[in-house]
């Protein structure tokens, strides 16, 4: 449930559809994806899954895939 709240705001933060959050949507083309919304990612991860990740981390996330992974793995180190 976490997960699908989740990429409702970041469908909301990325000013898309819910339904072209897929996890081959490329982060880069979007005009939102920058500085700012690293940031709101950061905080939304923290909120939704008590995880920390860097703006660094962010950065190397291509697609929502990357993304995806990074939140997944991070949840599996705990």
Request: charge should be negative; hydrophobic fraction near 45%.
């Amino acid at each position: 449930m976490e997960m699908e709240n989740f990429l409702v705001e970041l469908a909301d933060l990325l000013e898309i559809e819910s339904s072209e959050i897929t996890s081959d949507y490329q982060l880069e083309v979007n005009e939102n994806w920058d500085s700012l919304a690293l940031i709101s990612v950061i905080v939304m991860v923290d909120e939704h899954f008590r995880q920390t990740v860097s703006s660094e981390a962010l950065r190397k996330c291509k697609v929502i895939g990357d993304l995806l992974n990074l939140i997944q793995h991070k949840s599996e180190a705990v």
